[in-house]
T-cell receptor, first 112, second 114 residues
């Protein structure tokens, strides 16, 4: 158990819908990262938050957004869902720059 | 596109043999590297890391080697066990002020044969 909690574990929704994925980082970790993992793209970095502020942005679509709340949990919002958004979405957290990021178990999103 | 890539998508080794998984990276400014192991249905699990001011780091049964001259990273697993079967990813950290953007390679599937 990495200490990073993601909910829900599985999510099935229709195209055009909006979903929210939730992540609780390890106790004491200020940084939260979101990654998307699909079969043909591997692990793609989406976005990073540090203590409530956005710090780095990767290949995140405009239909996607995220935020980190004062209690440090984070949410990833995916809207106008398309079939191609079906993937595993991972959250990771870390204490600071040169420490490893610990990953949650992921949310498997299926868009039908 | 990906700045981190792997030489082999699959690797099969006999139980008890040593495994070597290779990774090439293209960004010479990357200052921190991590190897992750991902088992089916689970999130990536940290194995070992190395900073760019080092060229070797050892853990329990694992060793990471960094060759900055040719931008190459390798993970050596000693006495490979069935439980080592998984996909292994290398990741590089692209410095961006105080932020971290870990970029992952495409992964190598390690299969341990009995």
């Amino acid at each position: 158990d990495s200490g990073v909690t993601q909910t829900p574990k599985h999510l099935i929704t229709a195209t055009g819908q909006r979903v929210t994925l939730r992540c609780s980082p390890r106790s004491g970790d200020l940084s939260v990262y979101w990654y998307q993992q699909s079969l043909d793209q591997g692990l793609q970095f989406l976005i990073q938050y540090y203590n409530g502020e956005e710090r780095a942005k990767g290949n995140i679509l405009e239909r996607f957004s995220a935020q980190q709340f004062p209690d440090l949990h984070s949410e990833l919002n995916l809207s106008s869902l398309e079939l191609g958004d079906s993937a595993l979405y991972f959250c990771a957290s870390s204490v600071e720059r040169y420490t490893e990021a610990f990953f949650g178990q992921g949310t498997r999103l299926t868009v039908v | 596109g990906e700045s981190v890539g792997l030489h082999l998508p699959t690797l099969s080794v006999q139980e008890g043999d040593n495994s070597i998984i290779n990774c090439a990276y293209s960004n010479s400014a990357s200052d921190y590297f991590i190897w992750y192991k991902q088992e089916s249905g689970k999130g990536p699990q940290f194995i070992i890391d190395i900073r760019s001011n080092m060229d070797k780091r050892q853990g329990q049964r694992v060793t990471v080697l960094l060759n900055k001259t040719v931008k190459h990273l390798s993970l050596q697993i000693a006495a490979t066990q069935p439980g080592d079967s998984a996909v292994y990813f290398c990741a590089e950290n692209l410095p961006s002020g105080s932020a971290r953007q870990l970029t992952f390679g495409s992964g190598t599937q390690l299969t341990v044969l009995p």
